[in-house]
């Protein structure tokens, strides 16, 4: 029994590793979020599909497992990675009392990865990956992540850092961080990741904080380190200092 | 005039995305450390190779400038994801004086992401990338880094953790997120992520403290809500507590 976790990566599907593509080719069933669905559709041919839309994420899981169960091989597709914030850890929760099916998690690209190299290279140094996301963490715990975060000059690449209902968190988000960043901190944000009308943007923090974001926007900010070259936002390592 | 700068992945041809593949086709020059370039020998062909040693990496960047200066297009090939930890940002500040030279940041899968799948999903929520290696970073700095995403709760992937000289920097941070984490937490090692020898091991950050890793190896430390669930790492994300 045998139930596959796939990173798509960004969307494109030059962005789709072989393995990636092997595992869903592998498979009798594909299941995920629609949206996602469609961007795999090319390579899947006649499979069974299990579309199940967003927010019901725990249901998506466990009709994957128990189609598993009766002896399909099942794909669960993510967009990005799967690791990261991704189903992995939820389908390993929900198959927690049937250790007779065999997991493969199969990474993709992540939007801090694919972000960062629309933006030049903003994540050279350490840094942190947070969500601004307060559906399933509570705010304290987001505000004091990004406070610790901001005074160990960590980079910081933020994900869903907006929705309708909340539509001032990176503002909050920035403000926190601006307690250890200097406002002139280099800062950015990538729109469509790999996808029709990708768009990255460099900014300083402080109109960073006054800028707004939807959706499907990944946001990054610097270090005190980086720097704005030909309009890319770079992270030295510190190569040139030695 | 263009250059590349193209993250492979952890090793294997089918973790490279169809992205990094046709820039390595469309290049002129394949440029890099050699044990990278031998991972994508089989579809380098007849092309120009401008092979550099570990540990000479301005001179490798500013050698594969020059050559794009001179008109042909170079793809500078990198481990893992090109923008952590590799040269997509040298590249950028060696090219400062030549904004001529288009740089495209082709991105691949970090060790984080490969060595995530491999141990289960540790990465799930919020978390930190730091390495331990100081060649290029003051100790002081990592140690405060450690210090802070431990106590901000961050699940950690920790790059570069030991080498000849640092043969007990892992101890050492240990040690420091030991002040924050219980000595419960669950972590993992991976080691030749995507290669052959792949090999992933659970430990407590009590046990992992007394653990002796090699350069090949990447290292997870969970959050306080990581937990082991069939012999891999899981970090909820909270959909079961909703």
């Given at each position: 029994m045998k139930l596959y976790v796939i990173g798509i990566g960004p969307?494109?599907?030059?962005?789709?590793t072989p393995r990636a593509r092997a595992a869903i080719q592998d498979s009798d069933m594909i299941a995920g979020y629609t949206v996602y669905i469609d961007l795999v559709r090319?390579?899947?041919?006649?499979k069974e599909i299990l579309q199940t839309p967003m927010k019901q994420e725990i249901d998506r899981c466990t009709r994957a497992r128990d189609a598993a169960l009766t002896g399909k091989t099942v794909a669960m597709i993510c967009s990005g990675d799967a690791g990261v914030y991704g189903m992995a850890g939820l389908m390993h929760e929900v198959c927690a009392d049937y250790p007779e099916i065999e997991i493969e998690v199969i990474p993709g690209i992540t939007a801090a990865c694919g972000g960062a190299a629309v933006l030049g290279a903003?994540?050279?140094?350490d840094f942190a990956v947070i969500s601004l996301s307060d559906l399933l963490t509570p705010w304290e715990t987001i505000a004091k992540r990004l406070d610790l975060a901001a005074q160990a000059d960590f980079c910081i690449c933020l994900y869903n850092p907006s929705s309708k209902k909340r539509a001032d968190y990176l503002q909050k988000a920035c403000d926190i961080m601006l307690k250890s960043k200097s406002p002139d901190t280099p800062c950015g944000t990538v729109r469509n990741i790999g996808r029709d009308g990708e768009e990255g943007t460099v900014y300083t923090l402080e109109q960073l904080r006054d800028t707004k974001v939807d959706m499907f926007t990944t946001v990054f900010i610097g270090n005190s380190q980086t720097r704005v070259i030909n309009g890319k936002l770079v992270t030295p390592r510190g190569y040139e200092n030695k």
């Open positions: 969307g494109g599907a030059d962005q789709i090319p390579f899947i041919g006649e903003p994540l050279m140094h």
